[in-house]
T-cell receptor
Framework: KNQVEQSPQSLIILEGKNCTLQ??????????LRWYKQDTGRGPVSLTI?????NTKSNGRYTATLDADTKQSSLHITASQLSDSASYIC???????????FGTGTQLKVEL | DGGITQSPKYLFRKEGQNVTLSCEQN?????MYWYRQDPGQGLRLIYY???????QKGDIAEGYSVSREKKESFPLTVTSAQKNPTAFYLC???????????????FGSGTRLTVV
């Protein structure tokens, strides 16, 4: 069964600190991996999309890495801000049919 | 501004009633999707449509129905047959080009449905 597992389930950090969120997947075959940010009560917003051949992609203070051999991805947030408080969702796409498998998300809270 | 609009933001339904959630996009995207989000679970696909007048069941279609009469609109009806409809519903759209692996999804802001 294709699965996407994220860790930790929740995380609290102080403003200005860095953090790394993890995503392990078993989806095969694999097309691309996406990271989304979802604020409470809102729809997810895309942060990065990486294909099989890409190892890293950045979007401002967000940097995603991908190891397709070990089926692992991480999202690194640098110099966190209060506005980074949200759920971060890892999504893996299989080829054709636009089939997406969603992780359950990591709930991040940034405190003063 | 281009985007997806979902309405209403909050919806209350009495048991036994059908309700319809609206989703409209002006992105000229071919494909549209409905997802359900429950606490502690990943998004689950209800229905999707890749072209007008055609749609396919997703993983949890029972108790739901959709239509795609216009490219811009993809309403979802939650019927009385859906036994546990309380959830957060998200509509999304995307360009459909199978050879383009970098296509993005655009999500709406969601509708929270509560059975009272």
């Amino acid at each position: 069964k294709n699965q996407v597992e994220q860790s930790p389930q929740s995380l609290i950090i102080l403003e200005g600190k860095n953090c790394t969120l993890q995503c392990n997947y078993t989806v095969s075959p694999f097309s691309n991996l996406r990271w989304y940010k979802q604020d409470t009560g809102r729809g997810p917003v895309s942060l990065t999309i990486m294909t099989f051949s890409e190892n890293t992609k950045s979007n401002g203070r967000y940097t995603a890495t991908l190891d397709a051999d070990t089926k692992q991805s991480s999202l690194h947030i640098t110099a966190s801000q209060l506005s980074d408080s949200a759920s971060y969702i890892c999504v893996v796409s299989a080829p054709l049919r636009n089939k997406l498998t969603f992780g359950t998300g990591t709930q991040l809270k940034v405190e003063l | 501004d281009g985007g997806i609009t979902q309405s209403p933001k909050y919806l209350f339904r009495k048991e036994g009633q059908n309700v319809t959630l609206s989703c409209e996009q002006n992105l000229n995207h071919d494909a549209m999707y409905w997802y359900r989000q429950d606490p502690g679970q990943g998004l689950r696909l209800i229905y999707y449509s890749q072209i007008v007048n055609d749609f396919q069941k997703g993983d949890i279609a029972e108790g739901y129905s959709v239509s795609r009469e216009k490219k811009e609109s993809f309403p979802l009806t939650v019927t009385s047959a859906q036994k546990n409809p309380t959830a957060f519903y998200l509509c999304a759209s995307s360009i459909v080009r199978i050879e383009d692996a970098n296509y993005g999804y655009t999500f709406g802001s969601g509708t929270r449905l509560t059975v009272v």
